[in-house]
């Protein structure tokens, strides 16, 4: 089995959160940007990645996404800002 990873999306205002899973991220988040992710993406224009974690399976990243879909908003904002304070987009920064 390969990588999963779950993501954090947000809109320019960062008003709006989004959490997703993939098996790839470069790919997910290209298509999120294209208005081709999701109908609730796409409607909130959540183009913005704030945040990933990456996982030996993906079935450990659907676990983790259920689990912070579950937070509070609050809770899920702090993570977010624990490594990415300025709240950049870090798309730039992937890997192909």
């Known amino acids: 089995m390969g ?6 999306l947000s809109n320019i205002q ?7 899973v993939t098996s790839n991220l ?4 290209w298509n999120h940007k294209q208005g081709e ?5 796409s409607k909130y224009k959540l183009t913005i ?3 990933v974690e990456e ?12 689990q912070l879909k579950a937070w509070r908003k609050d809770w899920k904002w ?6 990415n304070p300025e709240l950049i987009d870090w798309y730039p920064t992937l890997r192909g």
Not at 55 to 65: L, N, P, T, V
């Open 3 to 8: 990588k999963g990873y779950i993501y954090i």
């Open 14 to 20: 960062r008003t709006t959160l989004y959490i997703g």
């Open 26 to 29: 470069n790919q997910r988040v």
């Open 37 to 41: 992710g999701s109908k609730f993406t």
């Open 49 to 51: 990645l704030l945040y």
């Open 55 to 66: 996982f030996d399976s993906i079935s450990d990243a659907i676990a983790r996404e259920k």
């Open 78 to 83: 702090e993570l977010i800002k624990k490594s």
